[in-house]
């Protein structure tokens, strides 16, 4: 059974940064047919997906627009854990944020249990 | 980015009725890559439904997905009192990967 377990600070200060953790369990985070993804949940925005990195030998990252130039996921395989760094936050990245595995075909099939990120 | 509106916005039903949720794609989805995810309040969505129509693994039965191209459908056979919760759909056909605003299912 894969389990995703989420850790992290839950308030952070405007312009610093946050950080959050994802331990994988059940599965390698070097498997060539999942990907690794962090998405977030606001009553504003709903669920938007911020990125995903995978490894296809070499190691891919890819981001969604809207935080592009602020966000870096990074894979740490001796931990089997992944990553998520955002920079310059504002009140508007107040959120819920989910990691979450996809399969090979997209859909996202296993999720962490959440952390409520406040900026204030 | 695919924009999916979701439909009815809220509905309300009694254990044992039927429910149907729309969710419709401002363009084709490719390969009907279309999943359907259950959120409870304080708990992270559930996959249900990927490819539009296939089960997720330890989903009941009563829950069935259909559509293809732009138009999708979620539909629960007998509403069960755990079925009550907010449900989304997601396209991952097309980068970057979208979600609907999802619709509440009240008792």
């Known amino acids: 059974q894969i389990q995703l377990q989420q850790s992290g600070p839950g308030l952070v200060q405007p312009s610093q940064t946050l950080s959050l953790i994802c331990a994988v369990s059940g599965d390698s985070l070097s498997s060539t047919s999942a990907t690794w993804n962090w998405i977030r949940q606001s009553p504003s925005r709903g669920l938007e997906w911020l990125g995903r990195t995978y490894y296809r030998s070499p190691w891919y990252t890819d981001y969604a627009v809207s935080v592009r130039g602020r966000i870096t996921i990074n894979p740490d395989t001796a931990k089997n854990q992944f990553s998520l760094h955002l920079t310059s936050v504002t009140p508007e990245d107040t959120a819920m944020y989910y990691c979450?595995?996809?399969?090979?075909?997209?859909?996202?099939?296993?999720w962490g249990q959440g952390t409520l990120v406040t900026v204030s | 980015e695919i924009v999916l509106t979701q439909s009815p916005g809220t509905l309300s039903l009694s254990p044992g009725e039927r429910a149907t949720l729309s969710c419709r794609a401002g363009q084709s989805v490719n390969n009907n890559y279309l999943a359907w995810y259950q959120q409870r309040p304080g708990q992270a969505p559930r996959l249900l439904i990927y490819g539009a129509s296939n089960r997720a693994t330890g989903i009941p039965d009563r829950f069935s997905g259909s559509g293809s191209g732009t138009d999708f459908t979620l539909t629960i056979g007998r509403l069960e009192p755990e079925d009550f919760a907010i449900y989304f759909c997601h396209q991952y056909g097309n980068s970057p990967a979208s979600f609907g605003l999802g619709t509440k299912l009240e008792i």
């Open positions: 979450a595995r996809a399969d090979g075909w997209g859909d996202f099939d296993s």
